[in-house]
């Protein structure tokens, strides 16, 4: 729905093979559409010789026995169904006329998106795994403008689970909330700029997470597969077990242990078995994000990460729930700890170096806080850092209380590319000592 | 694949009812991708894919679907159960205002054939001419194909055979120096003039490398940095749906700013291995102007924002960007660039751009790759990775000093879904001071 209109309504349904071939050395991959016995036998024909013609040349030597057998069925949270068709309209149609409160507000978009997913991992030595997911996922977004400032706010949700999500998301009147604060936004001074406190709430801390956690722990990255494309690591493989992450306040862990988070499954696409792993304890960094694969190349315990965006792209290293633990602080105290800092939730901009260390994040939203005490919106707050010391400037982390599940649809990795989802749950947490700065 | 579309296209024509209109895309390929590391291969694979989009259009109403083509003999079936299924969603939607297709068939059809050998033997020749050297890297090669039909009788089609050789050589603490290798004939000798190239140029990178403190530095943007740069542009900086609603990166242009004179960007269909044709059916006209001697020229219009905001379509597809962009050259000749730079940043590559201010057009990003620390018109030391916080007014603004003569011809490597049929034509960029913060 977008200005009152109803956008037409899209169906997508997409299904394929991705055949693997293991053999002397060599690996190799064939993807096709065509599921008709001949198809596949073509496809596993085509893998095969991909097999043969790199076992001379691999990077890896591929083995075969490696591979795993696993046998199961997984279910992702599968909830309430979706009303009618027309409900759905009328929910979307509500919220969009709702945001039509000023002449300012130039655009108004509401949608819901409806996935579900089902994977089969079967291998010619008994292995058989089913896999289901489902994903409700609103969406809003509200656009304030006068004369050269344009503001706007969002509203985006990303968990596994049915209908009940829209609700739980606060869905329902979040037409008029959004313009409230796009306006509010166009209205606003620009974020100051000078060294200090931050308070970022969960869904940027999902971004800072993201970028300067989540990428660089990637085992591949450390062992150079990306650095042609999205690159590389400032963390080494020495560094674990020894290295300060962070603070001693920041625990990290991979999770696939909580159900209605985006990335949750029971197997990785690698057929290895998901459990929770912590990577840093107390600040400091214990496991990589690697697979099965990843960890033999490197010698290092890892994670059930092997994950591929669809049929046509084969599994690598990726992130999949990548949470930080709540700690024991109530929102209100780190407030309060704060002389002059700004709060800022909503991720509109990210950038940040091939080794995943110099970063500039954006964010839809800001506050001021001086004294302790919220004292006034800002528009275009921004703030940079480096990945190696921001962590250690992470003095208060926020308690279950203020502890959100998030997720993001789009991060690109691999050559191929691949985009696919990830979970990203976190509180509140508050660091010291930041550059922070406007726009303008 | 053609006469498999069009004879798709024709049955299920043959099954519409009175007052339907059919609208069906095909975007199809048969890639090679072979990823390197280390100089090896590290994955090997093929893909073949073909997703048929169909639009139903009934009274001022359309609901589209896409799915996933499998072996020929089912084709017809599992198009028809997508037809049934958008008649019945038809059934409950209101009239759609902004719906536009093109109702004056003009069917197209080209084809751009190439030479491409089997991929095993590519990889053969990558891993020799490597020779142990650490490249990494992805080889994707083969067919794309993008095929139009209505029934209202207009056919197109457009047929690439192309490969992208996307590459970097890697030398010690880190330094690196982006290659690659694109178009429709591979030629090996070719692959192995540039990377000897791109290791004499990694050699030079193996110097002790200059800190630069962060401020204003004088810098000479390569095309694959500018690529970059107008990448982020493209993200809404041309699309009329983004001018209409006041959130187009170039906004300010609506209020006084301006770039140099110098910036003319045109989208050029007519030089491009994009497909000449659009998903509502319109044809592409040869050029449009999107920035004319530093002013703004015209947006790239759909057919939906056309008919939402009484615009004129120049057939664009629903995103509105891009995908032949051209910029005009300069008269810099680019063998004179280190010595015009004088003192000041070479830079090769940009990296992981945004903006800082939207609305202001303000764009951070990082150096990667390749970048040079120049004296005296001499390279001295290479420069680790740098961050940029600056203004697209003062980049390409008042702070251009010229643009190269010479152009480089980029083919868009992403694979995101499928391979990319963009391309770029872009000159270098000398500016005047470009503002580092990290």
Known sequence: ?440 | MKARFYALAGRLEGALRTGETLLLGLDAERSDFVRFNRGRVRQAGSVEQRTLELRLLRAGRQASATLELGESSGDVELAQDALAQLRDALEGLPDDPWLLINETPRSTDSARRGTLPAAEAVVEQVVRAAGGRDLVGIYAGGTIVRGFANSLGQRNWHEVDSFNFDWSLHGAAGRAVKGGNAGFAWNPAAFAETLEAAADELARSAAPERSIAPGEVRAYLAPRAMEELLGLLAWDGFSGHARATKQSPLLRMEHGASLAAAITLTETAADGIAPPFQADGFVKPPAVTLIERGGLGEALVSPRTAKEYGLETNGAEAGEAPECLELAAGTLPTDDVLAALDTGLYVSNLWYLNYSDRAAARITGMTRFATFWVEGGRIVAPVGAMRFDDSLYRMLGENLEALTRERELLLDPSTYEGRSTSSARLPGALLRALRFTL
């Open chain 1, 1 to 440: 729905m977008r200005q009152d209109t109803l956008l037409p309504p899209g169906l997508s349904s997409d299904c394929g093979a991705m055949l693997t071939a293991v053999a002397d050395g060599g690996y190799g991959y064939c993807a096709t559409s065509d599921l008709s016995r001949a198809g596949l036998q073509t496809a596993l024909d085509r893998a095969s010789a991909w097999a043969e013609a790199t076992r001379a040349n691999s990077v890896i030597a591929f083995n075969p026995e490696d591979m795993p057998a696993p046998c199961g069925e997984y279910a992702g949270p599968l909830g309430e169904a979706p009303p009618a068709r027309s409900a759905i309209h009328d929910l979307l149609a509500d919220e969009c006329r709702a945001a039509k409160i000023d002449d300012r507000i130039v655009e108004r978009s509401a949608a819901i998106h409806l996935f579900e997913d089902e994977r089969l991992y079967l291998t010619n030595t008994g292995g058989d795994l089913r896999q289901r997911f489902r994903y409700t996922l609103p969406w809003a977004r509200v656009t304030a403008n006068q004369g050269p400032e344009t503001q706007s706010r969002s509203l985006e949700h990303a968990q596994q689970g049915g209908f009940e999500r829209i609700a739980e998301a606060g869905f329902r009147g979040c037409g008029a909330r959004l313009a409230d604060e796009a306006l509010q936004l166009l209205l606003a001074p620009d974020c100051p700029s000078g060294t200090m406190d931050l308070l970022l709430m969960p869904d940027q801390m999902m971004l800072q997470i993201h970028e300067s956690i989540g990428h660089p722990l990637e085992l591949d990255r450390i062992l150079g597969d990306e650095r042609n494309y999205a690159g590389t690591s400032f963390v080494t493989a020495e560094m674990f077990g020894r290295y300060r992450y962070g603070s001693e306040l920041l625990n990290v862990t991979f999770d696939p242990s909580r159900a209605e988070a985006f990335a949750s499954y029971g197997w990785d696409d690698d057929g290895t078995k998901a459990e929770k792993v912590w990577l840093i304890r107390d600040g400091l960094l214990v496991a990589p994000l690697g697979a099965r694969l990843s960890q033999a190349r490197a010698g290092l315990s890892g994670t059930a990460n092997a994950r591929a965006s669809n049929w046509n792209r084969p599994p690598i290293d990726r992130m999949a729930n990548l949470n930080i633990e709540p700690g024991s602080s109530s929102l209100e105290a780190m407030i309060a700890s704060i002389a002059r800092g700004v709060l800022m939730r909503a991720n509109v901009s990210w950038s940040i170096d091939d080794a995943r260390n110099k970063f500039q994040f954006g964010c839809e939203w800001g506050e001021r806080i001086e004294n302790g005490r919220r004292v006034g919106v800002v528009k275009n707050p921004n703030y940079r850092g480096v990945s190696a010391t921001f962590w250690r400037s992470l003095r208060m982390v926020g308690d279950a209380s203020s502890f959100e599940v998030h997720g993001t649809l789009n991060c690109g990795k691999g050559e191929p590319n691949q985009a696919v989802h990830c979970g990203h749950a976190a509180p509140a947490c508050a660091f010291s000592g930041v550059e922070v700065f406007g726009g303008g």
